[in-house]
């Protein structure tokens, strides 16, 4: 973030339902690993915000922007915004705001074990990985690929050095190629 220019920032993880409104699956478990545990409209409206006014954004979310030289002013400027969640792709209305999509994955055991050291705001109960987080990770990874968006996969076992790389690179070509 700090390395690219006028950077803002919208995490997926912020728009979570409050847990009162959180269903209760068949499993017993409260169902959060869904598109319906979330307010997407909210974060839509949100990233629209961006869309329409990066400035006034970053104003209002405390983003300091680069220096403008007396030629131009921030609104000429590059605006960059990062949108980062557990379930992104499963939600079509946000894909056309997209310009690159990527998607990081693990395999099952891995992720278990960083699962495992995280620690939420609301604590995992046990049995949650297996009986739902797992599962509905398998269930929308399907339903993303039957979509065939333009997604590019990262690699989670390497590291978070080298991931940022390769996105960091990948950014700056593409930005090279509309130039
Ligand atoms: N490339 C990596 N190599 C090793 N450990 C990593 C890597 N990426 C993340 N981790 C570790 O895995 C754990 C979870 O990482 P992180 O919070 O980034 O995942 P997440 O998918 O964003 O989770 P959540 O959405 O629940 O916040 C953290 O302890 C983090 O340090
Ligand atoms: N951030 C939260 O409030 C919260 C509450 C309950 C569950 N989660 C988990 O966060 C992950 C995505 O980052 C999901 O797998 C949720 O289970 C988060």
Same mark, same amino acid.
């Given at each position: ?10 995490? &997926? ?26 307010? $997407? ?53 946000? $894909? ?11 395999? =099952? ?7 495992? $050291?995280?620690? =939420? ?50 950014? &700056? ?7």
């Amino acid at each position: 973030m700090k390395s690219l220019p006028n950077c803002c920032v919208v995490h &997926q993880d912020d728009f979570f339902k409050k847990p009162g409104q959180i269903e209760v699956g068949e499993d017993g478990f409260k169902q959060w690993d869904v598109i319906a545990a979330l307010d $997407m409209e909210a974060m839509t409206n949100t990233i629209k915000g961006w869309v329409e006014n990066p400035v006034k954004f970053a104003r209002t979310h405390g983003v300091t922007l680069s220096n403008t030289s007396n030629m131009t002013g921030p609104e000429e400027q590059l605006h960059i915004l990062i949108v980062e969640g557990f379930l992104l792709y499963n939600y079509l209305p946000l $894909m056309d705001v997209f310009n690159k999509c990527y998607y990081i994955t693990i395999p =099952y055991q891995e992720c278990k074990s960083r699962r495992s $050291m995280r620690q =939420y705001t609301i604590p995992d109960l046990p049995g949650l990985f297996d009986g739902h987080v797992w599962p509905m990770y398998l269930k929308h990874r399907r339903e993303m690929e039957d979509n065939n968006l333009p997604i590019e996969y990262l690699d989670g076992l390497r590291t978070k050095e080298e991931i940022y790389t390769q996105v960091y690179e990948d950014i &700056q070509n593409t930005l090279l190629n509309r130039l």
